[in-house]
Structure formats: structure tokens, C-alpha cells
């Protein structure tokens, strides 16, 4: 089974930037497209990114983030990453990741092969 950990949360103010990981062990995530999640208090869970396992990496960004985080990934590494800039107050959740689900063309889509999540890692943006 497929294990992802996230980490790399924390408090930072409004405007900084944070970088979170995302790594796999147990199996490869070469072939996989692998998303960023974020459960905010008393709401529900959102997608935030994606990035597919296809070539050249297509992403795929929520509204909410585009232009201010990106997604990568390092295969050697077994990691995927979610630069996050310009950090915003309702940025504050708690971050997870997963592999997601795909396209007949192998493109991500921000929805979760699984319904099971790993503890996530805690981002506050306040000042």
C-alpha cells in the first residue's frame, strides 16, 4: 500500500512562503499523479494541485492558488512538492496529499484514488 507523508507546515504571516513535501515510500510515484489537499476548520476538503505523471508533468491549479503555488516533483527522490508564495490568511489548513485520479490522456485530476489520508501537515498564515 502506498504511503505518503506530508511535512513542512508552520506558522508564517501573510505574504511569506512555505515548502511543503510530499513523500512516498513503500511503492514508486513515477507513474502516478499525486495531489495537494487542504481541510481548513469546519470546512470541507479541497483540492489545491495536482501534478500528472504523463510527460512533461502537466498541473493543475485551484483558482484560489494559481499563480502563487506551485507543484513538482522529483522522482529520484520519491517526492512531490508544493511551493506555496504570497501566503493568505485563508491559506491556514491542514495540507495533504494523495494520489489522485487521471484522464484517458493520463492528466491529474484533483480527486483521491483513496479514502485514506495521512495526518497532513499544519500551515497557520497569521501575523
Known amino acids: 500500500q502506498l504511503q505518503l507523508v506530508e511535512s513542512g507546515g508552520g506558522l508564517v504571516q501573510p505574504g511569506g512562503s512555505l515548502r511543503l513535501s510530499c513523500a512516498a515510500s513503500t511503492f514508486s510515484i513515477r507513474y502516478l499523479g499525486i495531489g495537494w489537499f487542504r481541510q481548513a476548520p469546519g470546512k470541507e476538503r479541497e483540492g489545491v494541485s495536482c501534478?500528472?505523471?504523463?510527460?512533461?508533468?502537466?498541473?493543475m491549479y485551484a483558482e484560489s492558488v494559481k499563480g502563487r503555488f506551485t507543484i513538482s516533483r522529483d522522482n529520484a527522490k520519491n517526492t512531490v512538492y508544493l511551493q506555496m508564495s504570497s501566503l493568505k490568511p485563508e491559506d491556514t489548513a491542514v495540507y495533504y496529499c494523495a494520489a489522485v485520479q487521471a484522464t484517458k490522456e493520463s492528466l491529474c485530476i484533483m480527486r483521491s484514488l483513496s479514502n485514506d489520508w495521512g495526518q497532513g501537515t499544519q500551515v497557520t498564515v497569521s501575523s
Open positions: 501534478i500528472s505523471s504523463s510527460s512533461g508533468d502537466p498541473t
